[in-house]
């Protein structure tokens, strides 16, 4: 039943790294652009990154660039999400995301949602 299972999250201090993953089915991974959302308590999901299915094309929010990597293997079918550089205000539940289009910078274009992993950053 479950299609997108998130791990990795957990509480880092400021400076430090965290790489979460994303096991999806052969069918969602396959068809799928692969894409990172994040939602802190009180305010809405945005978006983070997202990955072509060729893995070839990758898109960031301004707030991340430079700090996070998102990559796809395709023999695990996993997507990854490499934290570098964590600052407080990266604190959220961080959800995966499959679409179609590989524009997917709105939760309102998203057609499959993993259930989230917990992400807390210490000052």
């Known amino acids: 039943q479950v299609q997108l299972i998130e791990s990795g999250g957990g509480l880092v201090q400021a400076g430090g790294s965290l790489r979460l993953s994303c096991a999806a089915s052969?069918?969602?991974?396959?068809?799928?652009?692969m894409a990172w959302f994040r939602q802190a308590p009180g305010k809405e999901r945005e978006f983070v990154a997202v990955?072509?299915?060729?893995?070839?094309?990758?898109y960031y929010v301004d707030s991340v660039k430079g700090r996070f990597t998102i990559s796809r293997d395709n023999a695990k079918n996993t997507v990854y999400l490499q934290m570098n550089s964590l600052k407080p205000e990266d604190t959220a539940g961080y959800y995966c995301?499959?679409?179609?289009?590989?524009?997917?910078?709105?939760?309102?274009?998203?057609?499959?949602w993993g259930q989230g992993t917990q992400v807390t950053v210490s000052s």
């Open positions: 990955i072509s299915r060729s893995g070839g094309s990758t």
């Open positions: 052969a069918r969602i991974f396959f068809s799928n652009n």
């Open positions: 995301a499959a679409a179609g289009r590989f524009q997917m910078t709105a939760p309102s274009m998203v057609d499959y």
